[in-house]
Nanobody
Framework: QVQLIESGGGLVQAGGSLILSCSVS????????MGWFRQAPGEERRFVAA????????HYDESVKGRFTVSREDDKSTVYLQMNSLKPEDTAVYYC???????????????????WGQGTQVTVSS
């Protein structure tokens, strides 16, 4: 069974930075396309960033483009979300997600992922 564990969330002032990590265990990490999503209070969970199996393809929501960077380290079975220039509207619970796929792919739709982490809280104060 694949397990995803996020870490790195916390409280940060506007303009600050955080790096989230998502450790993946239980299977061949290099075969998994990865994604990050977030859910703000009272809102639906939304797409943030996606990364293909090799890391060659990435995609970002417009709201985070130029501020967030997604990356992976296969030897550590970990995907990262570097978040810079944080804004109060970035406050949310952040989730990582994984999908095993045979060809180089990335996915922005939540229903394309079949493994999810428990989430980590990010709070940005103004």
């Amino acid at each position: 069974q694949v397990q995803l564990i996020e870490s790195g969330g916390g409280l940060v002032q506007a303009g600050g930075s955080l790096i989230l990590s998502c450790s993946v265990s239980g299977s061949s990490f290099s075969n998994y396309a990865m994604g990050w999503f977030r859910q703000a209070p009272g809102e639906e969970r939304r797409f943030v960033a996606a990364l293909s199996q090799s890391g060659i393809m990435t995609h970002y929501d417009e709201s985070v483009k130029g501020r967030f960077t997604v990356s992976r380290e296969d030897d550590k079975s970990t995907v990262y979300l570097q978040m810079n220039s944080l804004k109060p509207e970035d406050t949310a619970v952040y989730y990582c997600a994984a999908r095993r796929f045979n060809t180089e792919s990335m996915f922005i739709e939540q229903n394309m992922y079949n493994f999810w982490g428990q989430g980590t809280q990010v709070t940005v104060s103004s």
